[in-house]
């Protein structure tokens, strides 16, 4: 009997890796516990500048759309799912390139169709001429397609489709390169509507990192984004 407890205590010990793990959380403070949610999602530390709200709307944008955008990303580098351009257009794409008084225009109708490229000729450095109706050519709103360059004209607007109305668009509140949005959601989603320059609650931040953690654990386990 004696003999037999000797061969057990010879074993290696097994760690108790869950335990391990959740005692080295026990020395983290809030703040760091946070960002090292942020860096089990995002692979990266955060920037010094990004306040709570950003670390927590970033997150809570990643648990929303993260399997979106992995899954979309995948399909995108797949090689079958390639659009492959007609003989005829790769002949209009050519010739734009030689062309210099002409321009190669996608052009969008008012019957919500995208035209086939075509090249049109430029008149005064700035006007071309699109069914009968003038449209203006601004260098800068000039897109590049590969090795081409193109311009893409709306038939409702005199004006090309550019990033030059940047400003118009943010003061709608619809840039999609703002936090103000995602913010707003997070805010939303970890405590509710919050009030303009209202602090928030030290047990918003409890709440937050809790809902947070849960769901990090709940994508590792079950291979989620």
């Given at each position: 009997m004696l003999e037999?407890?000797?061969?057990?205590?010879?074993?290696?010990?097994?760690?108790d890796l869950a335990k391990e793990y959740l005692s080295g959380l026990k020395g983290l403070n809030q703040m760091q516990m946070l960002h090292k949610i942020y860096f089990n999602l995002y692979n990266k530390k955060p920037t010094q500048e990004m306040t709570t709200n950003q670390l927590f709307m970033r997150i809570?944008?990643?648990?929303?759309?993260?399997?979106?955008?992995k899954e979309t990303d995948k399909f995108v580098k797949n090689?079958?799912?390639?659009?492959?351009?007609?003989?005829?257009?790769?002949?209009v794409f050519k010739k734009s390139k030689k062309k210099r008084n002409?321009?190669?225009v996608w052009f969008?109708?008012?019957?919500?169709?995208?035209?086939?490229?075509?090249?049109?000729?430029?008149?005064s450095s700035n006007m071309v001429i699109i069914k009968n109706r003038p449209?203006?050519?601004?260098?800068?709103?000039f897109w590049k397609m590969g090795k081409y360059t193109c311009q893409i004209i709306k038939g409702i607007d005199r004006r090309p489709?550019?990033?030059?109305?940047?400003?118009e668009i943010k003061v709608r509140g619809d840039s999609t390169d703002s936090d103000e949005f995602l913010i707003k959601a997070a805010l939303s989603a970890v405590a509710?509507?919050?009030?303009?320059?209202?602090?928030?609650?030290?047990?918003?931040?409890?709440?937050?990192?809790?809902?947070?953690?849960?769901?990090?654990?709940?994508?590792?386990?079950?291979?989620?984004?």
């Amino acid at each position: 009997m004696l003999e037999n407890n000797k061969k057990y205590t010879n074993k290696p010990e097994i760690k108790d890796l869950a335990k391990e793990y959740l005692s080295g959380l026990k020395g983290l403070n809030q703040m760091q516990m946070l960002h090292k949610i942020y860096f089990n999602l995002y692979n990266k530390k955060p920037t010094q500048e990004m306040t709570t709200n950003q670390l927590f709307m970033r997150i809570l944008y990643k648990q929303k759309f993260g399997k979106q955008i992995k899954e979309t990303d995948k399909f995108v580098k797949n090689k079958k799912n390639k659009f492959k351009w007609s003989s005829k257009f790769k002949n209009v794409f050519k010739k734009s390139k030689k062309k210099r008084n002409q321009i190669l225009v996608w052009f969008l109708n008012i019957k919500g169709e995208i035209e086939p490229p075509q090249l049109y000729p430029i008149y005064s450095s700035n006007m071309v001429i699109i069914k009968n109706r003038p449209y203006e050519v601004d260098p800068r709103s000039f897109w590049k397609m590969g090795k081409y360059t193109c311009q893409i004209i709306k038939g409702i607007d005199r004006r090309p489709v550019s990033n030059l109305d940047y400003n118009e668009i943010k003061v709608r509140g619809d840039s999609t390169d703002s936090d103000e949005f995602l913010i707003k959601a997070a805010l939303s989603a970890v405590a509710g509507e919050v009030k303009k320059g209202k602090p928030i609650d030290k047990k918003v931040i409890i709440i937050g990192a809790i809902i947070a953690l849960a769901a990090l654990i709940y994508f590792m386990t079950t291979g989620g984004a």
